[in-house]
């Protein structure tokens, strides 16, 4: 059983008198930002200085600095800049400022357990990663809960590298649900696997393929892109808040018997084969060394190509007309 702490437990002492410096304010930025101030930490954020996040870090009530300054003045430097530039900011922005006893944290673990960024042996190395988007972690924190975090301490050169980890988990907010003891190898070995074999990968090549299965056996476009899309979202949030046990109860008898019998067809041993495979190709590093090869290479088109090919299928321009009927002032 994981191990895991929670609520008044977990004091902010360890950092209440300490800067953080969050370099970022994306959707993760903005939301773990704004919940550190409104908890009393001493927040600072770093960002480029001119574009669109320093006017809106500003707005919301921050110091705003360039993140060279920012990363200077803190004592804890919270990185939540995209994985494919962290390298880059933290050999000319973070290395230069990384004094002893300062501390290096994250809330993904992809750039210290693949050595994209290799930190000095006196600081400390810690991680607090949410288990939601930035949208969620704001919006419970607001709301007088949180959304749960999974934690990990890299290198302890404080001694104290637990306690700062458990106190940011909650001046975000986590503690009140949950923070979950895990490794950076863990953590990022299982996020880039659910991400891949499952949650994006999987959801989304499933769902193409009963699309195409159907409308190749001569039904209209419009109807499969309900039956294997629309609907996918009301079983998930099913799931994930009742089980699976759950869902199967409160479906109808026909989809019970049906998804029980014929769900192991689709998903059958050669698909737990592959996601074995998939699993393989990020424990041994091979996906961690194509992925940044590509990037290096193509930049953005190292996804942008694939996502130009799914832009021209029929699914998704099914799916554009179909949106339009239920969000008509949505925009894509």
């Known amino acids: 059983m994981a ?9 902010l002492d360890s950092i209440r008198n300490q800067t953080v410096a969050v370099l970022g304010y994306g959707i993760q930025g903005d939301a773990q930002a704004n919940n550190m101030k409104d908890s009393g930490l001493n927040v600072v954020v770093g960002l480029k200085k001119g574009g669109a996040s320093w006017a809106r870090a500003q707005a919301d009530g921050h110091t705003v600095l360039e993140t060279a300054e920012a990363c200077s003045r803190a004592d804890i430097i919270h990185v939540l ?3 494919m530039v962290q390298a880059d900011v933290y050999r000319s ?23 994209w960024i290799e930190a000095p042996k006196n600081i400390d190395i810690i991680m607090v990663a ?43 907010g986590s503690a009140r649900a949950g923070l979950i003891k895990t490794t950076f190898q863990e953590e990022v070995e299982t996020d880039w696997f659910g991400e891949q074999a499952d949650l994006c990968g ?15 056996a001569g039904y209209q476009p419009e109807i499969a892109y309900f039956e294997v899309l629309h609907e996918l979202k009301l079983i998930v ?50 996906f961690n060394e194509e992925w940044v090869s590509d990037y ?13 090919q799914m ?7 099914v799916g554009r007309r179909m949106r339009k009927m239920m969000w008509p002032d949505s925009t894509e």
């Open 3 to 11: 191990q895991t702490w929670k609520g008044d437990s977990i004091s």
């Open 81 to 83: 800049i995209p994985d």
């Open 93 to 115: 922005d973070i290395a230069p400022h990384l004094a002893e006893n300062k501390a290096l944290s994250f809330s993904h673990a992809a750039a210290i357990h693949w050595k």
């Open 130 to 172: 949410p288990k939601g988007p930035g949208s969620k972690v704001r919006e419970t924190y607001l709301q007088g809960f949180g959304t749960p975090s999974i934690v990990a301490v890299h290198q302890d050169h404080t001694g104290s590298a637990w306690d700062r980890t458990l106190a940011i988990g909650k001046a975000i």
């Open 202 to 216: 999987g959801a989304a090549s499933m769902v193409t393929n009963a699309f195409e299965t159907l409308v190749e």
């Open 237 to 286: 949030d099913m799931i994930q808040r009742y089980g699976i046990n759950g869902m199967w109860n409160r479906v109808s008898e026909t989809a019970r018997y049906g998804g029980l019998t014929r769900g192991p067809m689709v998903m059958d041993a050669q698909t737990k084969a592959n996601m074995k495979r998939v699993l393989d190709m990020i424990q041994d590093g091979t």
């Open 296 to 308: 290096k290479k193509n930049g953005r088109n190292s996804f942008d190509r694939y996502l130009k």
């Open 311 to 317: 832009e021209s299928h029929q699914i998704e321009q």
